[in-house]
T-cell receptor
């Protein structure tokens, strides 16, 4: 069974540009969550999508957005990149939503974004 | 709001020695608690989780954790550390009914001496 696939693995962008990251969940999983990991702020929740709808949102500016497609694949977009957006972006997929989070909640290897 | 504190940023342990990583949480209801491990450049791997029931939880790779409600703690232990256990460890609390959202502690980096 294939795991959670995040593409690309590495990305270098210039300040002011925008970027789109992709996450393909485990087959049959309908929930995708995104996290940002930085040395200074640690792991922070960005948002969660379930059945193409955003169900939860973390405390990030509107420059961070996402969407989920009918096949459960998800993309996140960051517009007007800032140096502080340099981070490892992780996604996690899960069969369902809520209650016993953790059952099958599986992380991808992440996309390392560097903003220069 | 929920929060997780891992008091130790770094821990150095000799191979074969025991390991204990501390985790304290703040959450208004019954917490769903997790420990994850992250190797350099990799994603997070679930070591174990606690939802309810027996407060001593067994996980993968020989790890266990004990939930102590009175101390709001969920400490991770391993009796004998292997060099391959060198990694960063994260404790997290789940929002349960509020959806698939984890709040993580700052992490503890474990270095294993030969």
């Amino acid at each position: 069974k294939a795991g959670v696939t995040q593409t690309p693995r590495y990305l270098i962008k210039t300040r002011g540009q925008q970027v789109t990251l992709s996450c393909s969940p485990i087959s049959g999983h309908r929930s995708v969550s995104w996290y940002q990991q930085t040395p200074g702020q640690g792991l922070q929740f960005l948002f969660e999508y379930f059945s193409e709808t955003q169900r939860n949102k973390g405390n990030f500016p509107g420059r961070f957005s996402g969407r989920q497609f009918s096949n459960s694949r998800s993309e996140m977009n960051v517009s007007t990149l800032e140096l502080g957006d340099s981070a490892l972006y992780l996604c996690a997929s899960s069969p369902g939503q809520g209650v016993k989070i953790g059952d099958g909640y599986t992380f991808g290897s992440g996309t390392r974004l560097t903003v220069v | 709001a929920q929060s997780v504190t891992q008091p130790d940023i770094h821990i150095t342990v000799s191979e074969g020695a025991s390991l204990e990583l501390r985790c304290n949480y703040s959450y208004g209801a019954t917490p769903y608690l997790f420990w994850y491990v992250q190797s350099p450049g990799q994603g997070l791997q679930l070591l174990l989780k606690y939802f309810s029931g027996d407060t001593l939880v067994q996980g993968i790779k020989g790890f266990e954790a004990e939930f102590k409600r009175s101390q709001s703690s969920f400490n991770l232990r391993k009796p004998s550390v292997h060099w391959s256990d060198a990694a960063e460890y994260f404790c997290a609390v789940g929002a349960g009914a509020a959806g698939n959202k984890l709040t993580f502690g700052g992490g503890t980096r474990v270095l294993v001496k030969p």
